[in-house]
């Protein structure tokens, strides 16, 4: 069977990785001039930063993704290590609350916090716990997403601040204090963050390097973009590059699932309405990020919480001065349209802003700011939609719509990436493993 990947970023890879496992020889075709995506790493005065990969969660000894990457030789390519002190710190209205690296440790951290809610805790981590466990031995009982809301499991717990606390793992794949988010989700995250968030050596560039290194019948072709994928009522027939039209029995898009419906010839009307469908689901938002160096040693990942969330995540030591990524809200819109220079200054003006926001909530001694992106920045290493940080948003309703998106309307077309299971490394793997249940 003839094999296109559509996208050479990190859900490209493990697609390619993993179908190599089953004996194909695909071909990924990548619009820029290197693999990698949103995964990938840069250097700015010899400083490396991470576009959009930071840590990941599940690579603790025993858990999913740490004992997957070991049974194919991907860990003894990785070098990881742990976070210094406690994992994420978040600050509320001048209040302070630091999390530990542990599901226990956090549960018992609350638990004395928030007297009261002792009872529900117990039942809340329950359900988390059992929610997370994540196995690929029964065909698809790892992506069976329920249609539970975050904010109807929570819904015994009653202290504002102590949810406000628990909604702060949202952040990570949805909206800052989503009640609405798909609980089953926020279970795999929380918890595996929790128990196995590990930073690896060398950034996400590490990644891409691990997963090229294993790929032996892969043929890559970057600089070439897919303009159209062709198809009849039978199925997929070909895809349209620089080099013309070359058939194909089978394709996975790792594109977002709006950008590859573009793609597709919708005079059908079952297309047209499954293109329609996809089209109304809500997105996740996109950010504004600033690479910096700062004179403060953090340790952990800052979380400010106002009228919406900055963040600040730490990573390389650089002399005296620690290298960090500041995260904040921003609007895809607000860029889109301008000339050169009027996109220059604002987005100086807004890492302007950003920084001045930041001096008031933190000391953080002397901020040199290296360089900073757009949410364009972020759409165009993507293939997304708006620069949409984690795709389409996992709210408990869309999830439960959406989940059978990896199979799409036409026959031998597949979606995988972040839109289609979950963000992040576990959730692209996770992913990319769903689609290979259709090439057995």
Same mark, same amino acid.
């Given at each position: 069977?003839?094999?296109?990947? !559509?996208?050479?970023?990190?859900?490209?890879?493990? #697609?390619?990785?993993?179908?190599?496992?089953?004996?194909?020889?695909?071909?990924?075709?990548?619009?820029?001039?290197?693999?990698?995506?949103?995964?990938?790493?840069?250097?700015?005065?010899?400083?490396?930063?991470? !576009?959009?990969?930071?840590?990941?969660?599940?690579?603790?000894?025993?858990?999913?993704?740490?004992?997957?990457?070991?049974?194919?030789?991907?860990?003894?390519?990785? +070098?990881?290590?742990?976070? /210094?002190?406690?994992?994420?710190?978040?600050?509320?209205?001048? /209040?302070?609350?630091?999390?530990?690296?542990?599901?226990?440790?956090?549960?018992?951290?609350?638990?004395?916090?928030?007297?009261?809610?002792?009872?529900?805790?117990?039942?809340?981590?329950?359900?988390?716990?059992?929610?997370?466990?994540?196995?690929?031995?029964?065909?698809?009982?790892?992506?069976?997403?329920?249609?539970?809301?975050?904010?109807?499991?929570?819904?015994?717990?009653?202290?504002?601040?102590?949810?406000?606390?628990?909604?702060?793992?949202?952040?990570?794949?949805?909206? !800052?204090?989503?009640?609405?988010?798909?609980?089953?989700?926020?279970?795999?995250?929380?918890?595996?963050?929790?128990?196995? &968030?590990?930073?690896?050596?060398?950034?996400?560039?590490?990644?891409?390097?691990?997963?090229?290194?294993?790929? %032996?019948?892969?043929?890559?072709?970057?600089?070439?973009?897919?303009?159209?994928?062709?198809?009849?009522?039978?199925?997929?027939?070909?895809?349209?590059?620089?080099?013309?039209?070359?058939?194909?029995?089978?394709?996975?898009?790792?594109?977002?699932?709006? &950008?590859?419906?573009?793609?597709?010839?919708?005079?059908? %009307?079952?297309?047209?309405?499954?293109?329609?469908?996809?089209?109304?689901?809500? /997105?996740?938002?996109?950010?504004?990020?600033?690479?910096?160096?700062?004179?403060?040693?953090?340790?952990?990942?800052?979380?400010?919480?106002?009228?919406?969330?900055?963040?600040?995540?730490?990573?390389?030591?650089?002399?005296?001065?620690?290298?960090? &990524?500041?995260?904040?809200?921003?609007?895809?819109?607000?860029?889109?349209?301008?000339?050169?220079?009027?996109?220059?200054?604002?987005?100086?003006?807004?890492?302007?802003?950003?920084?001045?926001?930041?001096?008031?909530?933190?000391?953080?001694?002397?901020? +040199?700011?290296?360089? #900073?992106?757009?949410?364009?920045?972020?759409?165009?290493?993507?293939?997304?939609?708006?620069?949409?940080?984690?795709?389409?948003? #996992?709210?408990?309703?869309?999830?439960?719509?959406?989940?059978?998106?990896?199979?799409?309307?036409?026959?031998?077309?597949?979606?995988?990436?972040?839109?289609?299971?979950?963000?992040?490394?576990?959730? #692209?793997?996770?992913?990319?493993?769903?689609?290979?249940?259709?090439?057995?």
């Amino acid at each position: 069977m003839n094999i296109a990947i !559509v996208g050479g970023g990190l859900s490209g890879l493990l #697609c390619a990785f993993l179908l190599e496992k089953k004996g194909y020889s695909p071909t990924i075709y990548e619009k820029l001039p290197k693999t990698g995506g949103v995964i990938d790493s840069f250097r700015r005065k010899k400083i490396m930063f991470d !576009v959009g990969f930071h840590y990941s969660g599940s690579l603790a000894p025993k858990q999913f993704l740490y004992e997957e990457f070991k049974k194919y030789g991907l860990l003894d390519k990785l +070098e990881l290590y742990s976070y /210094e002190g406690d994992f994420d710190t978040l600050y509320f209205d001048e /209040e302070k609350f630091s999390i530990p690296n542990s599901s226990v440790e956090f549960k018992q951290k609350l638990q004395t916090y928030f007297e009261s809610e002792k009872d529900a805790l117990d039942i809340f981590f329950d359900k988390c716990y059992e929610a997370s466990k994540i196995t690929l031995k029964v065909k698809d009982d790892y992506t069976n997403i329920d249609s539970r809301s975050l904010g109807s499991v929570m819904s015994d717990i009653k202290d504002t601040k102590l949810r406000k606390i628990l909604l702060h793992f949202t952040i990570f794949y949805a909206e !800052v204090q989503y009640e609405d988010a798909s609980f089953e989700i926020y279970a795999k995250i929380m918890i595996n963050m929790l128990d196995g &968030t590990r930073k690896i050596k060398g950034n996400g560039r590490a990644i891409v390097d691990a997963l090229k290194s294993g790929l %032996k019948n892969t043929t890559i072709k970057t600089r070439d973009e897919i303009s159209q994928i062709i198809h009849d009522e039978n199925g997929i027939q070909a895809l349209k590059c620089k080099d013309g039209i070359i058939k194909y029995d089978a394709v996975i898009s790792t594109l977002h699932p709006r &950008t590859t419906t573009s793609l597709l010839n919708l005079e059908n %009307k079952k297309l047209k309405r499954y293109a329609k469908h996809v089209s109304e689901l809500k /997105e996740s938002p996109t950010f504004f990020s600033i690479f910096c160096l700062v004179d403060a040693d953090i340790a952990s990942n800052l979380y400010f919480y106002g009228d919406d969330c900055i963040s600040v995540l730490p990573s390389t030591k650089i002399n005296d001065k620690r290298a960090i &990524t500041v995260i904040a809200r921003s609007n895809y819109t607000d860029y889109t349209n301008l000339e050169k220079e009027e996109y220059k200054r604002r987005k100086q003006e807004e890492c302007k802003y950003h920084i001045s926001t930041l001096k008031k909530l933190y000391d953080f001694g002397e901020i +040199e700011v290296i360089d #900073c992106s757009t949410p364009l920045t972020k759409q165009h290493y993507s293939n997304g939609h708006e620069g949409s940080a984690y795709g389409i948003l #996992c709210s408990a309703k869309q999830k439960s719509l959406s989940m059978v998106m990896p199979k799409t309307r036409v026959e031998n077309l597949y979606l995988a990436g972040e839109s289609a299971l979950a963000p992040g490394l576990l959730g #692209c793997y996770l992913g990319a493993q769903k689609v290979m249940n259709y090439f057995e």
